[in-house]
Each structure stands twice: as C-alpha cells, then as structure tokens.
C-alpha cells in the first residue's frame, strides 16, 4: 500500500490536493487519465471553440488547475500543426509540485502557482484570455453552488466574447463491468457503493456535472451547451488502473479499527476489500465512469 500511516486524514478538497502524497504517482496517473480522456474526446480544443479562435493571431489559453500541464503542453504541439505559434499557453496550479521544470515547457507555455478560488486574481490577467479550460476539477466541488467560484474566476479572465471548455467526469460514478457471468466484480461493486454512500453521508453532491450547461447558462455564459462522449470498451482496462490507483490512495481517509472501532468502515477492512478488488481486476473485472461531459460557453461581448 502507498499508505502506511496510521493517522485518519479528514478529507478536504484542496487540502487534499496539497498534502505531499500528491506526488509523482499523482501525477503519473493524472498523465495516464490525460491520454484516456484523449482517445474518448479526440480533441484538445472542441472543435467549434477552436475554429471560432485558430485565426487569432495572438491566442491566449488559460487553462485552470492545470496539474501537471500535459492538457497545455500537447496543446502547445497540437497549435504547431496549424501553424499556430505564438500562443501564450497559461497553467495554474494550487500545488506546483508537478509542474516540469520551465526549462522543458516549450516556448509559450507558462505554469504558475495560483488559488484560483481565493477570490483574488493578479489584475495583469483578467479580461485577456481567448479560452478558459477547466477539466476534472470535480474533487474540489461540493455541490452545485460551489461551481460558481470557479465560473467566476473564468468570467473574469476570459476576454469578452472568449470561450470556457469543461470537462468533467461524474465522481461519485464507478460502473462495474464483468467480462462473463463467473466473474462477479463483487468487491468492486461493493466499493463503487461505499464511495458513493461516504460522498453522500458528507453531503457532497455530483449531479451538476450532468446539468454543466445549464450552470455555465445560469451564471451568465452565452450559447452554453453539454457535449457527452462514452468511453471506449478497449480503454476500460487502463481507466480501471487508474481509478485503482485512486482507491488504494484514499485508504487513508478510512481510520485504523484501533482509532475508531465504530466506524462504519476502518481502514484494515478497507485494504481488505480493495485487494479483493484487485483480484477481481486481475479476472477482467473493468471499473470506470461512463462518459466525458464538455460543457461550453462564450462570455457575453
Ligand atoms: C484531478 S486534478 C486535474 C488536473 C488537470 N486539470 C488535468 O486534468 O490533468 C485537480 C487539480 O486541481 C488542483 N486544485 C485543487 N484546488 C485548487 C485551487 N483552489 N486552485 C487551483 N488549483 C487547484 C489540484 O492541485 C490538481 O492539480
């Protein structure tokens, strides 16, 4: 196990995103999920946004909570291939622990430590974005409300008339596949359903992310609109590691039996059930979340 600790962490949403176990593995499986979410959606830019910006001749892209800057970076190599560039390619991050060094970003990507839900942002960026992206930044969102920060920030930097591109994955959404009738993925069903009932005890809520449009549309966004692609069945394999990795992380967040004996679930009989859902893995058992949602919007001009 990656966690050995026999302290219980509470969970806090960007808390958890600068504790120090979100290190390299985080990032190599944020990696992992960035060419996942690539061969579902085929595009850096949804197409409509980046034939309405490809002309300009002085592209600015922010791209928020950036993590490691691959969604920037492969958007840096994708411009090339259209001859753009001169794009001034912006990231920030809470936590730059997984920023590559600048030395190797290429020429305009820039990658900055930033809160973007301080509610301040340096004056120098606001109203100059072309684009705002925003992707898998659910774990941060307890419910609908609390996507207006976030939309806020992006109204703030995006130029009048430029464009915000989300996507989102449902979180609390783990659907279990079995590859035959003799291999029942009982574990992991079993966690899919602890997971969810622990986002709900904390009240925390994940069906905005299907109504995304609506809540860009409702804060003031222009021509809002949701775009939903399924995962394809070849990558399942890959998305289950990846959200394996996640659920062997978070066994920190269920204390040790000697610290709690109460606890609906404690952290030995988690280890326990996750293993079990290893084996079932190692059976062809697959875990994943369905669908990408896009969600579109133009600042009012
Ligand atoms: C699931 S990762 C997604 C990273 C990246 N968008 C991607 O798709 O690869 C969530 C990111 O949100 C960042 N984050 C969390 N809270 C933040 C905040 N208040 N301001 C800026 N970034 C934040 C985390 O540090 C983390 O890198």
Sequence with gaps: MATSSTNFKEYGQSQYWVAPARNFRTSARLHLQHFLIQN??????????????????????ADLACGNGVWLTELHSHLATLN???????????????FPASAYLPAGVTLKKLDILAGTLPPELKSIYDVVH??????????????????????????????????????????????????????CRTISQVLKGALQAQGIEKDWVDALDTHLEAFGFRDARLLVREKRKQDWKAWTEDYLMVWEEIAAFFPPKATKPDAPMSREAWVDLFAKGVKETEQGVVVHQGKIMTAIGQKPI
Aim: charged share 20%.
């Design 40 to 61: 579902t959606l085929g595009y850096l830019l949804e197409p409509t946004v980046e034939k309405s910006v490809a002309a300009s001749q002085a592209l600015k892209v």
């Design 84 to 98: 753009i560039t001169t794009a001034q390619l912006d990231g920030f991050d809470i936590n730059p622990i997984n």
């Design 134 to 187: 925003i992707r898998a930044f659910d774990s941060v969102i307890r419910n609908a409300e609390a996507t207006k920060p976030i939309l806020s920030a992006a109204m703030e930097l995006l130029k009048p008339g430029g464009f915000l591109q989300w996507e989102e994955m449902r979180g609390d959404n783990w659907v279990v596949e079995v590859p035959s009738p003799e291999t029942p993925g009982v574990a």
